[in-house]
Structure formats: structure tokens, C-alpha cells
């Protein structure tokens, strides 16, 4: 095989490789998640005996638009973020259209013995939202 053949064999395989990320990507940005524009935040739960505590990072919000909601079995967290993030800024060059993120957005599910009436937050310098949900006594 000559120099010209296995270099447009590799131009096709290229090609092939391209078209491929470009299917995947527009599949990816069909997604619920990046049609509304939110990122999901870090957090992480942490169980003490009278209460949950929930730590949320919101590195970029604008805390003064923090909404923080409760039901019976989840805990709502949605923030804007001070300025737009695009997935190329976190993730490089990207193949097609680009994804703009304009706030924080996530559904965290409770334990069932969490009391979601009596929540409390508090907002930490380092952007660190610290949740506090009692749990609910035993009868």
C-alpha cells in the first residue's frame, strides 16, 4: 500500500470518527439538562443525629438570587450565576453548537424521616451554601 492510500484511508477513518462525535454531541444536547441552560452543583450530605446537613457548592452563583425549597421528599436548589459559563470554557473546543449555562439548578432527594417544615441555610464566604434540615422525632 503506497503513502497515498494509507493517508486517505486515514482521512476517511477520520471522517467516519468526526461525524460520529458530531451525532453523539447533538444527541447529548437534547438533553433536559442543557435545553434549560443549569449546571447541577457539587454537594455532599452529611447525617447527625437531630438533623441533615447539606453542603451545596455554588462557585459563580450570585447568592442573592439563591432559592432554596423543601417538600415532603426533596430539597430544591436554584441560583444564577453572575456571569454565563459555556461548556467550552469548562471542557475545551467542542464539536457543534455550544452549551450556555445561566444558573445552578438540582433536585436532592431527602430520607424520610427529614422535616423539610423547619430548614435553615446559611451562606458561607467561599460560596458554600450549608443547609441544615432537622429530622423529624420519633414518636
Not at 447541577?40 to 450530605?45: A, E, G, R
Amino acid at each position: 500500500m503506497s503513502f497515498e492510500e494509507i493517508k486517505k484511508r486515514i482521512e476517511r477513518i477520520h471522517k467516519r470518527i468526526m461525524e460520529e462525535i458530531e451525532r453523539s454531541f447533538e444527541e447529548a444536547t437534547s438533553m433536559s439538562l442543557f435545553q434549560q441552560g443549569s449546571m447541577k452543583p457539587l454537594y455532599t450530605i452529611y447525617q447527625r443525629p437531630d438533623a441533615y446537613v447539606v453542603l451545596v457548592d455554588l462557585a459563580g452563583a450570585d447568592t442573592s438570587s439563591l432559592e432554596v425549597k423543601a417538600t415532603e421528599n426533596k430539597l430544591i436548589i436554584r441560583a444564577s450565576l453572575e456571569k454565563e459559563v459555556r461548556f467550552s470554557d469548562i471542557y475545551g473546543t467542542v464539536v457543534g453548537e455550544d452549551i450556555v449555562f445561566h444558573e445552578y439548578e438540582h433536585e436532592i432527594p431527602l430520607p424520610p424521616d427529614a422535616d423539610p417544615s423547619n430548614i435553615k441555610y446559611n451562606i458561607r464566604p467561599n460560596k458554600i451554601v450549608e443547609i441544615i434540615i432537622p429530622r423529624k422525632r420519633s414518636s
